[in-house]
Every structure is written in C-alpha cells, then in structure tokens.
C-alpha cells in the first residue's frame, strides 16, 4: 500500500484529496496544527510544517497548505520522495501588475516559492508539479463563494455593482483533488506549474446570480450604479463586513481572470465540471 504525506489535509482541498487517495488505496500521514476527526486511511500528526520532521517510508507528499511554508520546509527537510505534487494559485499571474501592493507581495511570494520548490526537486532527484487553481468553492468554507451566499441569506440580497462582468472561472475542490491524483500517474507534469480553473467561464454577476438561486432563501441580486455601490461598500467596511474586498478587488470584478486548461487536459487528462452550483456547496 501507497503512504503519501498530505500537508493541508484539514483544508477544503485537502479534506477532499484524503478522500480520493483513501479510494485510490493510499494511507496518508497528515499534520495539522488543530485536532482533526477520524478518517479511514489517515494518521493525523499534530504540528504544522514547522513540526513536522520528515517521516520514512512516503511515496509522495501533497501540499494544499500555504505554498511559500511548504517550499521552506521542503527545501530544509532531507527527504527522498519521487513524487511532489503541490497547489499554488493562479494570484501568481492575476495580482503580479496589481495596483495594490500588498496583492503584488502576495504574487511574488507565490512566484518564489514555486521557484524554491522546483530547484530543491531538482537537486533531489523528485518530480515536482504545481496546480494553480483559480476561485475554489464546493466545501461550504471557502472565502469567496460561501462568503457571499451567507451574507446573502442573511441580508435576503446581495449587492454589486453595475458592469460586474469579468469572466471567473470558479472550480470545484473534488475536481481539483482529482487533478492531484491524477498527476501521479502522469510522467508529462513533472517539473511544470498548471492552470486549474473550473470548467466553465462566467460572468461575476452570472456567477453570483447561480449562487443566489441555488439557496433555499432564494436572496435578490441588487445592482447599484457605481456612486451608490462605493456608499454600501463604504458602509460595509466601516462594520467589518468586507474584509479583504479592497479597491483593486472591486475593480477587478470588471476584468477577466481567465485561464487555459489546455496543458492540464493534454497532460493529466483535467476534467473540471461546468459551475452548477447547488446549497449543499455552500453549507446550507
Ligand atoms: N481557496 C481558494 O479560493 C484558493 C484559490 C487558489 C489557490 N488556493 C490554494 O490552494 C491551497 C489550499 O487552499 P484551501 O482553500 O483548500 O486551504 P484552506 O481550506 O484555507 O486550508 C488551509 C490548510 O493549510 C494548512 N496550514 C495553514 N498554515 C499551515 C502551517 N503553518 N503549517 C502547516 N499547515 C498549514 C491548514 O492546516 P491546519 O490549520 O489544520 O494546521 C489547512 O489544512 C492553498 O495553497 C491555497 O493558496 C486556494
């Protein structure tokens, strides 16, 4: 039987990608810093990457934790796996020109790590391969998608503003758990970083519309002009309840973030569903 070391496996991914590999036949060891609930085929190790000494006997380690303290820990800890496989974000590319500096930190950090990650790989011999994912949702605990479906129950509507339109590309955890999977068996994706985007590209407001319908309080979808807009977002983050939706965030909801899934799909055979979302993806 197949030992992988998932770092993460307490996360939205993560849960999903100790599934897959408990189905695929794999045991897995897998930190994390809190205590965790039983699951068939995972030992839980208490401690972060800090933590964690490298343990014999793995034939492959996941990351879907924070890619720049995955890369310190395995650029420091001496261990000879064959097989990497981590999750980065495509932030590398969309936050690298943003007008917000700390968004433009966040891509340089991502872009470091996934340097630091592919040459420690190559001195030791491993092949490493990095996914990208683009907006992740279908756990019921992600920041974006879930986020707005509660506020929405809560509210009975959300708000945005007008021209809201750039396409988004959000993706399903399984899909990308399937996707991790998939690699190890996949010679084509070592030492490469992929774009993982959903199977489908919408519009913002399409997008949050679908989430609106699927949730049984059925919320309104209001859309302001944007003066009115700068007013309820102001008001907002007077009370705390747009954290991290800064200016350049607003201003990207005009822009598209779009990615190619083509390499995925050629390489590793990616086969991300199209956004139909239902309550259950968002905990409800
Ligand atoms: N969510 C998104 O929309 C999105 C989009 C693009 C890319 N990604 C990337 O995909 C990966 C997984 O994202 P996610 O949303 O599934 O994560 P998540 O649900 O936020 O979970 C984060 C995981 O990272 C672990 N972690 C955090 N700090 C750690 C540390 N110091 N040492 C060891 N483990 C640590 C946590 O473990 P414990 O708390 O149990 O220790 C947890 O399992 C990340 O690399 C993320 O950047 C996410």
Not at 134 to 144: F, K, Q
Not at 210 to 221: D, H, Y
Not at 244 to 257: I, K, M, T, Y
Not at 261 to 271: Q, T
Request: hydrophobic share 45%.
């Amino acid at each position: 039987m197949r030992q992988a070391l998932v770092f993460g496996g307490s996360g939205q991914i993560g849960r999903a990608l100790l599934a897959r590999l408990q189905a695929a036949g794999w045991t897995a060891l897998a930190p994390s810093r809190a205590p965790q609930p039983e699951l068939p085929g995972v030992r839980w190790l208490r401690g972060g990457f800090e933590q964690t000494a490298s343990p014999a006997a793995i034939d492959a380690i996941f990351s879907c934790g924070p890619l720049d303290g995955f890369a310190r820990w395995y650029a420091q800890a001496p261990v000879a796996v064959p097989r990497v496989i981590a999750f980065g974000s495509t932030s590398v590319e969309a936050k690298r020109h943003s007008q917000d500096p700390h968004e433009r930190d966040v891509a340089a950090r991502l872009h470091a790590a996934e340097s630091s990650l592919f040459a420690t790989a190559r001195v030791r011999g491993a092949d490493a391969t990095v996914l990208r994912p683009t907006l992740v949702y279908g756990a019921g605990r992600d920041a974006t998608l879930t986020r707005i479906a509660r506020l929405a129950h809560r509210y009975r509507a959300f708000v945005l503003p007008r021209g809201a339109c750039g396409l988004r590309q959000p993706v399903h955890v399984d899909d990308l758990a399937e996707a991790a999977v998939r690699c190890l068996d996949a010679p084509a994706s070592a030492g490469r970083a992929y774009a993982t985007p959903g199977g489908e590209a919408v519009p913002y407001r399409e997008m949050v519309a679908r989430v609106l319908a699927a949730l049984p309080s059925k919320p309104r979808l209001i859309e302001l002009p944007s003066p009115a807009f700068a007013l309820v977002l102001g008001a907002a983050r007077l009370t705390g309840r747009a954290q991290g939706f800064g200016d350049a965030a607003v201003a990207r909801l005009r822009e598209d973030l779009v990615f190619d899934a083509a390499p995925a799909v050629r390489d590793f055979g990616y086969a991300p569903r199209a956004f139909r979302p239902q309550a259950g993806m968002f905990g409800f």
